[in-house]
C-alpha cells in the first residue's frame, strides 16, 4: 500500500503555544488529506477536510481558528494547534487519498499530543 | 448523512478459530467499504476494502463480504493468530460524499493462545 508519513510521533507543549503536525504522501500525489481526532478507546473523528491549493472544509463543531490546516503541495498537508490547552491533548490522525476519486484512503502514523 | 455501526464491540476467540465483524450501513449511495486494522498507538492500517460492484473478495487468511440489500458488510478472519489481535474499524464512502470516509465504533479483537 501507499506510506503516509506523520510528523511528529509525539510531541508535549505547554498551553498557550501553538503545535504544528506535518503529513506527508511519501509516494502519491494526494488530492485530498484528511485530519482526525481519536480519544482513547474510541473511534476516528474526522475534524477537517483538505484539498490541495483550497481552504480546509471543517466538520461541525471544529473550530476553524484553533486547529489551522494547510494542504500547500500534493504531497503535504499541516495542522497547526493554537494556543493549545490540556483539553486538546488527543491523537491526531491524517489520510490521503490519490485522486478526487472513491480510492484508498492512508492514514499516517498518528501524532500523540499532550499539553501540559 | 451516512451512520456506520459495527458490532460487536469486543471479541475474544482463541487462536486458530475464526472471527467475525458485522458493520451495517445507512446511506444506499455509499459504494466503497474499507477495513482498517489499528494497533495500540498507530494509525489504521488498510487490510482490505470492498466496492459496491462485488459480493465478496478475499486476501489470504481475510475476507470480505457485501449485502448491497441489507445494507451491510462483515469482516472474516480465518486461522486467527495472537498478532491478529489489535481494534478493527469498518468505514464506508460514497463517490461525491467529499470522499469522506466514515468509520464505524470499532471492535477489539483479542485472540488467546
Known amino acids: 500500500g501507499a506510506v503516509v508519513s506523520q510528523h511528529p510521533s509525539r510531541v508535549i507543549c505547554k498551553s498557550g503555544t501553538s503545535v504544528k503536525i506535518e503529513c506527508r504522501s511519501l509516494?502519491?500525489?494526494?488530492?485530498?488529506m484528511f485530519w482526525y481526532r481519536q480519544f482513547p478507546k474510541q473511534s476516528l473523528m474526522l475534524m477537517a477536510t483538505s484539498n490541495e491549493g483550497s481552504k480546509a472544509t471543517y466538520e461541525q463543531g471544529v473550530e476553524k481558528d484553533k486547529f489551522l490546516i494547510n494542504h500547500a503541495s500534493l504531497t503535504l498537508s499541516t495542522l497547526t494547534v493554537t494556543s493549545a490547552h490540556p483539553e486538546d491533548s488527543s491523537f491526531y490522525i491524517c489520510?490521503?487519498?490519490?485522486?478526487?476519486?472513491?480510492?484508498?484512503?492512508?492514514f499516517g502514523q498518528g501524532t500523540r499530543l499532550t499539553v501540559v | 448523512g451516512e451512520n456506520v455501526e459495527q458490532h460487536p464491540s469486543t471479541l475474544s476467540v482463541q487462536e486458530g478459530d475464526s472471527a467475525v465483524i458485522k458493520c451495517t450501513y445507512s446511506d444506499s449511495a455509499s459504494n466503497y467499504f474499507p477495513w482498517y486494522k489499528q494497533e495500540l498507538g498507530k494509525g489504521p492500517q488498510l487490510i482490505i476494502d470492498i466496492r459496491s460492484n462485488v459480493g465478496e473478495k478475499k486476501d489470504q487468511r481475510i475476507a470480505v463480504t457485501l449485502n448491497k440489500t441489507a445494507k451491510h458488510f462483515s469482516l472474516h478472519i480465518t486461522e486467527t493468530q495472537p498478532e491478529d489481535s489489535a481494534v478493527y474499524f469498518c468505514a464506508a464512502s460514497m463517490r461525491g460524499g467529499g470522499n469522506k470516509l466514515t468509520f464505524g465504533t470499532g471492535t477489539q479483537l483479542k485472540v488467546e493462545l
Open positions: 509516494d502519491f500525489q494526494a488530492t485530498t
Open positions: 489520510s490521503a487519498r490519490r485522486g478526487r476519486a472513491n480510492t484508498e484512503a492512508f
